[in-house]
């Protein structure tokens, strides 16, 4: 099992989730986070004062899905979240040890 992390631009929440449905993705989770890269945060200007703005909010989205079907779930968010520009965000891969649903305590690829 894979459990792939994303942040993506705020925008393209519904895009990506469209995206995931369409390859049969039924669940995830997404939190709002704030944080930079490259970007190293941005200046806005309010009354006509400019202030820096260190943390850009972002999107984190959480996926656990069997192996077989991680590079779909990447390919997806990729399409549906890129829009070629710095920001786009990151896609993470780690391996998943193990999962268990509370409710039935089925475990592995089944409780996903």
């Known amino acids: 099992m894979k459990y792939i992390i994303a942040i993506i631009q705020p925008g393209k929440l519904d895009a990506v989730h469209e995206a995931l449905g369409v390859i049969g993705i039924s669940g995830m989770t997404v939190s ?8 190293k945060g941005k200046s806005e200007v309010y009354r006509g004062a400019e202030y820096a703005v260190n943390y850009i909010p972002k999107i984190k989205i959480e996926v ?14 990729k399409t549906a979240a890129g829009t070629g520009k ?10 998943l040890e193990d999962a268990m649903r509370i409710r039935t305590a089925e475990t592995g690829a089944e409780a996903l």
């Open 32 to 39: 709002e986070v704030q944080g930079y890269g490259r970007q």
């Open 64 to 77: 656990a899905v069997e192996k077989k079907a991680s590079e779909d779930v990447v390919a997806a968010i």
């Open 86 to 95: 710095i920001g786009d965000g990151k896609i993470f891969v780690l391996s």
